[in-house]
């Protein structure tokens, strides 16, 4: 089964670039659909950006879209997150997700393996 393990949090400066991985140990990696899920204090978890099994296709949180990309390498088994501009509102736990497999994107409902999550913390 899938186990991912995200990695690359930290505490950055409002404008800085953090990049995000979430490795797995699944040898059928490629055929599931991966995504990335954060959680602010006192907020609910929200869905920021997913791909789907085959990486043609993805989503995007509103909040994100433009400065946050999402990307696979099936040979390295790992997700990626590239996260630019960041904002102080962009601080949260981020969790990598597993989704089902063959699947085209990820929700709350369809995930079926969290990570641990790896705190990202933006400064103004």
């Known amino acids: 089964q899938v186990q991912p393990v995200e990695s690359g949090g930290g505490l950055v400066q409002a404008g800085d670039s953090l990049i995000l991985s979430c490795a797995t140990s699944e040898g059928t990696f490629s055929r599931y659909a991966m995504g990335w899920f954060r959680q602010a204090p006192g907020k609910a978890r929200e869905r920021v950006a997913t791909m789907s099994w085959g990486g043609g296709s993805t989503y995007y949180a509103d909040s994100v879209k433009g400065r946050f990309t999402i990307s696979r390498d099936s040979a390295k088994k790992t997700v990626y997150l590239q996260m630019n501009s960041l904002k102080p509102e962009d601080t949260a736990v981020y969790y990598c997700?597993?989704?089902?497999?063959?699947?085209?994107?990820?929700?709350?409902?369809?995930?079926?393996?969290w990570g641990q999550g790896t705190q990202v913390t933006v400064s103004s």
């Open positions: 997700a597993v989704g089902s497999l063959f699947g085209s994107a990820v929700t709350t409902t369809s995930v079926t393996k």
